[in-house]
């Protein structure tokens, strides 16, 4: 402990302290960065009250060793919002500032130092743009810094003109580079901090694994405790770029403890007539903007959203400016109904409940949901999912594990119907009718249209009515999300966007058929409807 005699951190010093490096870190951008080319190039570097609570959190330690908490920290936000600045304030840090635990002070307070021999690379989407990220960098380390602090900066090599540079090598060891798809690929790179600037373009496979290099490149180094920053804004919905497919993951609740996401979107409708409505949206834009709306021209803004040579469509306007997918025509239901039905409570023990079964054997999603008697509250009760990647080479719903979730709801709840899609599991389904009562475990096509276009209907009316809630979990706002209309004749069915897109859409039809599994119980008089209370008018 070189820098004083404590083991720990001795707590916070005012509301709101944590145990982070990002004080540290923010005192010397402040004191030595400026901003980058632009209207107010070389003026000193502003780190608003937005960014300020980014970079502490980013740079939160554990109270005991002083190891970052995160490996990996996304930022999105919408299209100038100078995320890629202040990617280069951060990278300028990583290679001259003191930035990585060295102790606890005389007052338990954390001590910081440099990295050693740090390796940055900044990553970029074509092999004749630097990005935009290293531009800031270079023209801090190079143009201004050489002048303004040539005992920071003077020593650094490679930067003649900023608009050219392509590495700065650094004093005492160490370099930031410029890098692409093309060289990024035949690296074996011990990087200390990647910058992947506007991931929502990294959508070829040849960026993606760039980016895959890079981040298996950051455990190269223990002691270095390397780390990538993400920077993106809104992707384009199906093209599974990598800020889809991590922010996807986010809102389902798949990513580790180690990846921090903080993303900001417009609340509220956004569709075709909100986007009409200039006042209305310009309230969203001021909200999304943050402490940026002050010094951006928000009439142009707007203006900019509606003009069809810079935005092609309502799609990338809500993406770039409000920050916020836009569903299409052809959704089965807007995402904003869905998330403004969401309820935060439990379904308590004993309660009566139905339930909706969709099952697969290895490549849907397999869900079982509960819907309360009472009320038509939704939840779930258990969804599986293949995973990404590798972990679902070869994988098959955990067909044991499934049937254990439906036994263990029946004891834990009194279910008064359960409703099974029988594709696929036929024998169990009737296995489980036997065991808990044929009056209760029910075969229900999916396939019959004339029923489940009933069933969706129930749903969907009953969501945009507001007269069904749900809990909010991730898993089943993304399927919801993903929901297309499928019309057949008369009828209106879901569908995916596309039949080979791994996008899910099966808590869609859980929901539905346990909402149907509720009705028709009711209609049975198998449960009674909850009496109301009456008003007498005097």
């Excluded at 990024?184 to 990647?194: I, L, P, Q, W």
């Excluded at 991590?246 to 569709?271: F, Q």
């Excluded at 991730?474 to 008369?490: C, D, L």
Aim: glycine share 10%; with cysteine; hydrophobic share 40%.
């Amino acid at each position: 402990m070189p820098a004083g005699r404590r083991t720990r951190w001795a707590g916070a010093l005012f509301d709101g302290h944590v145990c982070s490096l990002g004080y540290t870190v923010i005192d010397w951008i402040a004191e030595y960065c400026c901003h980058g080319p632009g209207d107010v190039a070389g003026e000193p570097a502003t780190v608003d009250d937005e960014w300020f609570a980014f970079l502490v959190e980013a740079y939160r330690i554990d109270p005991l060793s002083g190891r970052r908490v995160y490996d990996e920290a996304v930022l999105s936000r919408p299209k100038g919002r100078a995320k890629s600045e202040l990617a280069g304030w951060v990278g300028v840090a990583e290679a001259f500032a003191p930035c990585r635990f060295d102790g606890w002070d005389a007052d338990g307070q954390p001590v910081a130092r440099p990295v050693r021999s740090p390796l940055l690379r900044c990553l970029a989407t074509e092999e004749e743009q630097a990005g935009n990220t290293f531009e800031n960098i270079a023209f801090i380390v190079g143009d201004w810094g050489q002048d303004m602090f040539p005992e920071i900066y003077g020593g650094a090599g490679g930067v003649r003109r900023y608009q050219s540079a392509k590495a700065i090598y650094l004093p005492g060891g160490g370099e930031i580079r410029a890098c692409t798809a093309g060289n990024a690929s035949k690296d074996g790179g011990k990087e200390t901090f990647v910058v992947a600037d506007e991931t929502h373009l990294y959508v070829l496979r040849e960026l993606k694994g760039m980016y895959g290099t890079v981040q298996r490149n950051c455990g190269k180094r223990k002691l270095a405790q390397p780390w990538l920053l993400q920077t993106t804004t809104m992707y384009r919905l199906g093209e599974q770029s990598i800020a889809e497919e991590t922010l996807t993951a986010w809102r389902k609740g798949e990513l580790p403890d180690t990846i921090l996401v903080d993303h900001r979107e417009a609340s509220g409708r956004v569709d075709a007539e909100t986007l009409a409505d200039a006042d209305y949206t310009k309230r969203q834009l001021i909200e999304v903007y943050g402490p940026a709306a002050a010094w951006h021209d928000m009439d142009r803004k707007y203006r900019d959203m509606r003009d069809p040579r810079i935005c092609r469509d309502d799609a990338e306007a809500a993406r770039y400016y409000l920050n916020r997918g836009f569903q299409s025509s052809d959704s089965w239901i807007s995402i904003d109904v869905v998330r403004r039905q969401v309820r935060r409570e439990l379904v308590n023990a004993g309660e009566a409940i139905a339930l909706g079964f969709d099952g697969s054997l290895n490549d849907d999603s397999t869900v079982l949901i509960g819907c309360r008697m009472s009320d038509g509250f939704l939840f779930p009760v258990g969804i599986w999912e293949k995973p990404a990647g590798r972990a679902g080479i070869g994988w098959e719903v955990p067909r044991a594990e499934v049937l254990e979730a439906i036994r263990e709801a029946f004891a834990r709840y009194d279910v008064i119907r359960l409703y099974c899609d029988p594709h696929e599991w036929r024998s169990d389904i009737d296995s489980m009718s036997a065991e808990l009562g044929v009056e209760r475990v029910i075969s229900w096509e999916t396939r019959r249209d004339v029923q489940m276009a009933a069933a969706l209907d129930r749903l969907h009316v009953d969501l945009i009515n507001g007269e069904v809630w749900h809990c909010g979990d991730g898993r089943m706002i993304e399927h919801f999300g993903n929901a297309y209309v499928r019309q057949k004749g008369r009828y209106r069915l879901v569908r995916k966007e596309h039949e080979r897109s791994p996008r899910k859409i099966d808590s869609v039809v859980g929901a539905a058929i346990a909402l149907e599994a509720r009705a028709d119980a009711i209609t049975a008089k198998l449960w009674p409807k909850r009496q109301r209370r009456r008003v007498v008018i005097r």
